[in-house]
């Protein structure tokens, strides 16, 4: 069977136009699948205040922190379509709690870390969790909740709690580190894997591909590790630069790999990604929407961070009441932007998304040296609020018309994209803003070229859209 009958009914509301209600049981459901991805949302940035502090109690060198994020990085950027696609031949309820697993005894691996080796080990266990929770999760929800109204009411939810798990994390963080240690940043997320793995079963039903066609061994190496190779050489140039000769292999190798996957995908009678659905334009354009609006708003956090800190020399608690305003008003565009979806369509929102978010990047421009604390706060919080549109509408963009025995390599590719741009825009941009001797010339620099990126991209993917309408 490809779905459950059984799966949640969506009771109708009194006007066709007014949102969709959700029954008792698909609030559930949808809590359980949301908590899920806040939960790998507030991993990626609730360790991240920590680190000073991490360092020193473990003896880790200033050098090797970086390993604290890429060390989640690289299996979960790199094992996301292989754990996509398996769950789709195999069972995405079934990969969906052993990610969960995974991710919870992880967790705990982390909390009670001895030394730097059994740390970074559970970092690595808890980015192969993340690999297999979230594109699976992203499937059960599209599969359970059908194609309209009713998934776009779902991703709107699953996009605001995404965008606020990245901005509570930077909040939170800073708070549980300087009141309870930084081992409680990892035993809060190992307690919020047990809840949902206790609450998911009795919950979710199994889907999984009908045919249940072989897997695409030649292509699964192919694209884990060229995703590998090319998460490892950006995320060690964002801390070394280009010029290491591990990062020039490691970046080529991977490029070559990926290569090699589209070559074994031509030829493959079940391919692991099917390449007339990366050559559907909604699927094409859709990724690349979304991999611009991850990579460039990643980049603006960052630089914004540097500059809140170093140049205006606030203080890490203010800094992350910045970043909390933003996390307020991305949530109330979450609330919103099902009904503007409703209105003007997927593909429009998210062209208007893309272009928005490059404007008020743009509008940064204008921090200095004495004052900006009010502009940047006022700027980043609307730019938000565009790149949120852009989450939900490209996921939505992506996942349109896709058969639901398919809809775990989609919602795959979304994630992947996800995972991939949250990684790369950091070391291709944000690197400009540490390497020069002005760090405010250096963040206006990377400000405005990444305003430059978005707004291009939002052109290009209106034209490329526009044709896959005609």
Known sequence: MAIDTSAPSIEPSAESSAPPKLSGRAKLILFVLCAAQFMVALDFSVLNVALPVLGKDLGMSQSALQWAVTAFALPSGGFLLLFGRTADLYGRRKVFLTGLAVFGTASLLATFAWDPASFLAGRALQGLGAAAIVPTGMSLLTTTFPEGPQRDRALGISGTLLSLGFTIGMVLGGVMTDTLGWRSTMGLLAVAAVIVLVLAPGLLTESRHPERPRLDVPGAVTVTGGLLAVIYSLSTAADRGFG???????????????????????????????????????????????????????????????????????????????????????????????????????????????????????????????????????????????????IISYGLTVTSGVPDEEQGLATGLVTTTQQVGITIGIPLLGVLATTGSDLLSGARTVLALDAVIVVGAGLLVAVGLRKSRA
Request: hydrophobic content about 55%; charged content about 10%; some cysteine.
């Open 244 to 390: 290491g000769v591990d990062v020039v292999v490691t970046l080529v190798a991977g490029i070559l790999l990926l290569v090699g996957f589209v070559v074994v995908e031509s030829r493959s009678a079940a391919p692991l990604v099917s390449l007339p659905m990366l050559r559907r334009r909604t699927v094409a354009w859709g990724n690349l929407g979304g991999l611009v609006t991850f990579s460039m708003m990643s980049t603006v956090v960052f630089v914004l961070t540097l500059y809140l800190q170093e140049v205006l020399e606030l203080s890490a608690f203010r800094t992350g009441l910045v970043f909390g305003v933003q996390g307020v008003l991305s949530a109330l565009a979450g609330a919103y932007a099902p009904k503007l979806i409703g209105r003007i369509g997927a593909r429009r929102t998210l062209v208007v998304s893309l272009l928005g978010q490059g404007v008020f990047v743009a509008a940064l421009l204008g921090i200095g040296r004495e004052s900006g604390a009010l502009l940047a706060t006022v700027a980043v919080s609307l730019a938000s609020v565009c790149h949120l549109g852009a």
